[in-house]
């Protein structure tokens, strides 16, 4: 990447923002080749991870006539969390894709 930026007419703000962008660009290189992901399966989105915990969440404490304080529900979470539901869903992920 060209590590000058070019046109000095840039406003200060402007020349920082994109600094700032070009530095995020070039210290996360490694984690944006979406080819070689997409090549290998993986998600290049958060958006599997995220309906996951979004599902096993409701599936938790969205019962019928459930009513949760916050300390209880924090604790049932914290419980469901070492249960076996994510390996579950790493299986799946690796034996389907996504």
């Not at 490694?30 to 989105?45: D, H, I, K, V």
């Not at 599997?48 to 604790?75: D, F, P, Y």
């Amino acid at each position: 990447m060209n590590r000058r930026l070019k046109g000095g007419h840039l406003a200060d703000t402007v020349r920082a923002a994109l600094e700032k962008a070009r530095n995020y660009l070039e210290n996360n290189a490694e984690r944006t080749e979406y080819a070689l992901a997409r090549g290998a399966r993986l998600p290049s989105g958060s958006g599997v991870t995220e309906a996951a915990c979004k599902h096993i969440i409701r599936e938790r404490v969205c019962g019928s006539a459930m009513k949760w304080r916050r300390t209880t529900l924090q604790s049932v979470l914290s419980l469901h969390e070492s249960s076996n539901r994510w390996e579950q869903f790493w299986t799946r992920i690796e034996r389907f894709g996504y």
